[in-house]
């Protein structure tokens, strides 16, 4: 397990991946939950579904899209750190939500999978994306 003490709590789109962060499993959770009540917005129909980030939480840039119906939000999957039972649960919690939202089941694998070009990570993982918590730990 990694020590999140020094990040902030972070919700960003790295190229074709989201990555939500923060600095201890509490705010992950509340991060988790920012993420799905109030910055993601789901339009569209069926599998031309598409989410939008209203802002990341980080840059407050304006609106962007993180999964655009030329990336199908079913070729994403969500991943978390292997071996840590709070993020895998965190990763079930944040699928179900967003099969209740959207209508898609998104797939949870842990970070010793293979790489996907379309992931949601949660927390601290071996991703490169993930570097940025690993280096303030």
């Not at 509340?30 to 598409?50: P, Q, R, S, W």
């Not at 990341?56 to 119906?69: A, M, R």
Request: aromatic fraction near 8%; include cysteine; hydrophobic fraction near 40%.
């Amino acid at each position: 397990k990694y020590d999140y003490i020094s990040v902030p709590k972070t919700i960003k789109k790295i190229g074709n991946k989201v990555v939500i962060a923060a600095h201890n499993e509490t705010t992950l959770k509340n991060a988790i939950d920012y993420f799905l009540n109030d910055l993601l917005v789901a339009e569209g129909e069926g599998t031309n579904k598409v989410l939008r980030l209203k802002r990341e939480y980080v840059s407050n840039s304006g609106i962007k899209d993180i999964i655009t119906s030329a990336e199908q939000l079913a070729d994403y999957q969500i991943i978390y750190a292997k071996g840590d039972a709070s993020m895998m649960d965190y990763a079930k919690d944040l699928a179900a939500t967003i099969e209740k939202y959207c209508g898609v089941t998104l797939k949870c694998f842990n970070d010793s999978n293979t790489v996907s070009q379309k992931e949601i990570i949660i927390g601290a993982t071996s991703r490169e994306e993930s570097a940025f918590i690993k280096a303030a730990s």
